[in-house]
């Protein structure tokens, strides 16, 4: 006689753990906004506890201001190379949270990778990885403002870009401190340590659903998405808004300081005093501003601002001086890009959106390296003070430029 199996048979989901289900889909669906805010949170905390050591990290390792400008626009590069490509692949696949939980585990990496190397080429290689992470900041974007009608893009952006760059404030300040109190690998270590919380969360984070009879763009369309007058034009400012600030905030200015005989904690309260004026200018222009003036002249304001202070940078000889220059530049920045990037796909059909995005993204990110390239050359060459006239007076050509491209509201 045959011996009966004892082979457990699969059994339907009863009545009671499919409603437990359900009612966990619909609790992710109703907090997906707050969700993937705190995801974006992590993300840029976790890609932001150490640049604003990086500079005078690298050259206490005995790395020329070329070399740490060139380590500095590594993270800029690989974000240039991947951002269209991986918008034209979510857009092709109809998905955008593989790419936001990729980028979590590679900024993951990159940490790790920090922390336990500090030969120069290998720095290169794992700031170039934090550079693979940021670039899909294309996909956590967009799909936010997927959350949103189009009306409302300006507010949606605005919201998402404060709660960006607090990330970027909180991580400086806490990176920097940890860095004077216990050396500088404790900042990478913090790094490593925020990107695995964003991971487990990015988990969680519930995709927007697509219209499956919008048509699957082909790599030809989206290559040629950037022939869009409003998307050309605003990656263009983009671009030169990034060399700026990577020339500058991210990338010198904290050399600068040190210079004048900043600490650790405080080239971190710097950076975090630049960016809180950027958080907050991000915040109100994109909504109660953009109320009462236009978007345009907002823009064109952020540039003008930015150049000012940015040409005035030499005749500073005192931190204080430094730090009000600093905060009155972020405000200028935060209106920039902010406001570029809500208007930038305005015109992009909502399927090319993440092309569109990417394209956007890519094009801004040359601006990330050359910006330290360039004025790293100059400082070897002449001195700091003669790059960040040079940066200043790029973001005061390029408020002409606005005037010149962008079209009225």
Same mark, same amino acid.
């Given at each position: 006689m045959?011996q009966?199996?004892?082979?457990?048979?699969?059994?339907?989901?009863?009545?009671?753990?499919?409603?437990?289900?359900?009612?966990?889909?619909?609790?992710?669906?109703?907090?997906?906004?707050?969700?993937?805010?705190?995801v974006?949170?992590?993300?840029?905390?976790?890609?932001?506890?150490?640049?604003?050591?990086?500079?005078?990290y690298?050259?206490?390792?005995?790395?020329?201001?070329?070399?740490?400008?060139i380590v500095?626009?590594?993270?800029?590069?690989?974000?240039?190379?991947?951002?269209?490509?991986?918008?034209?692949?979510?857009?092709?696949?109809?998905?955008?949270?593989?790419f936001?939980?990729?980028?979590l585990f590679?900024?993951?990496?990159?940490?790790?990778?920090l922390?336990?190397?500090n030969?120069i080429?290998?720095?290169?290689?794992?700031?170039?990885?934090?550079?693979?992470?940021?670039?899909?900041?294309?996909?956590?974007?967009?799909?936010?403002?997927?959350?949103?009608?189009?009306?409302?893009?300006?507010?949606?952006m605005?919201?998402?870009?404060?709660?960006?760059?607090?990330?970027?404030?909180?991580a400086?300040?806490?990176?920097?401190?940890?860095?004077?109190?216990?050396?500088?690998?404790?900042?990478?270590?913090?790094?490593a340590?925020?990107?695995?919380?964003?991971?487990?969360?990015?988990?969680l984070?519930?995709?927007?659903?697509?219209?499956?009879?919008a048509?699957?763009?082909?790599?030809?369309?989206?290559?040629?998405?950037?022939?869009?007058h409003?998307l050309?034009?605003?990656?263009?400012?983009?671009?030169?808004?990034?060399?700026?600030?990577f020339?500058?905030?991210q990338?010198?200015?904290?050399?600068?300081a040190?210079?004048l005989?900043?600490?650790?904690?405080?080239?971190?309260l710097?950076?975090?005093?630049?960016?809180?004026?950027?958080?907050?200018?991000? &915040?109100l222009?994109?909504?109660? %501003?953009?109320?009462? +003036?236009?978007?345009?002249t907002? #823009?064109?304001? /952020? *540039?003008v601002? =930015?150049?000012?202070?940015?040409?005035?940078?030499? &005749?500073?000889?005192?931190?204080? %001086?430094?730090?009000? +220059?600093?905060?009155?530049?972020? #405000?200028?920045? /935060? *209106?920039?890009? =902010?406001?570029?990037?809500s208007?930038?796909?305005?015109?992009?059909?909502?399927?090319q959106?993440a092309?569109?995005?990417?394209?956007?993204?890519?094009?801004?990110?040359?601006?990330?390296? =050359?910006?330290?390239?360039?004025?790293?050359?100059?400082?070897?060459?002449?001195?700091?003070?003669?790059?960040?006239v040079?940066?200043?007076?790029?973001a005061l050509?390029?408020?002409?430029?606005?005037?010149?491209?962008?079209?009225?509201?």
């Open positions: 045959p009966s199996c004892r082979c457990a048979i699969p059994q339907p989901m009863s009545r009671k753990g499919f409603f437990m289900h359900q009612n966990l889909t619909d609790r992710l669906e109703q907090r997906r906004e707050p969700l993937l805010l705190a974006t949170f992590f993300f840029w905390f976790a890609l932001y506890t150490y640049p604003a050591i990086l500079t005078p690298l050259t206490e390792l005995g790395a020329s201001l070329t070399s740490a400008g500095v626009g590594s993270y800029g590069l690989t974000q240039t190379l991947l951002r269209l490509p991986a918008g034209i692949l979510s857009d092709r696949w109809r998905n955008k949270k593989i936001v939980v990729a980028g590679f900024s993951l990496a990159s940490a790790l990778g922390y336990f190397f030969e080429w290998l720095i290169l290689l794992f700031r170039a990885m934090a550079g693979i992470s940021a670039a899909t900041w294309v996909h956590s974007s967009t799909l936010y403002l997927s959350y949103y009608p189009p009306e409302a893009a300006s507010r949606a605005g919201r998402l870009s404060f709660v960006n760059n607090i990330g970027l404030m909180s400086m300040l806490a990176g920097s401190f940890l860095a004077q109190a216990a050396g500088w690998p404790v900042a990478f270590l913090l790094a340590a925020v990107a695995a919380i964003g991971f487990l969360l990015s988990l984070v519930r995709d927007h659903q697509p219209d499956r009879d048509p699957v763009p082909t790599f030809r369309s989206a290559l040629t998405i950037g022939r869009d409003t050309f034009w605003t990656s263009i400012l983009a671009l030169l808004s990034q060399l700026v600030n020339a500058t905030t990338g010198f200015v904290p050399e600068f040190s210079q005989g900043a600490s650790r904690g405080t080239i971190g710097l950076s975090a005093f630049a960016l809180l004026p950027r958080a907050i200018a991000a &915040l222009g994109g909504s109660v %501003l953009a109320r009462w +003036f236009r978007l345009r907002l #823009i064109i304001t /952020g *540039f601002l =930015t150049g000012v202070f940015t040409c005035l940078l030499p &005749l500073v000889h005192h931190l204080p %001086l430094l730090f009000i +220059f600093q905060f009155a530049a972020g #405000i200028g920045s /935060g *209106f920039q890009m =902010t406001l570029l990037m208007i930038c796909t305005r015109t992009i059909p909502v399927s959106k092309s569109a995005m990417g394209f956007y993204q890519a094009v801004y990110g040359i601006g990330m390296v =050359t910006g330290p390239v360039l004025i790293g050359g100059l400082a070897d060459a002449f001195s700091l003070g003669t790059g960040f040079i940066a200043g007076l790029v050509a390029t408020s002409a430029v606005a005037v010149l491209v962008l079209r009225r509201d």
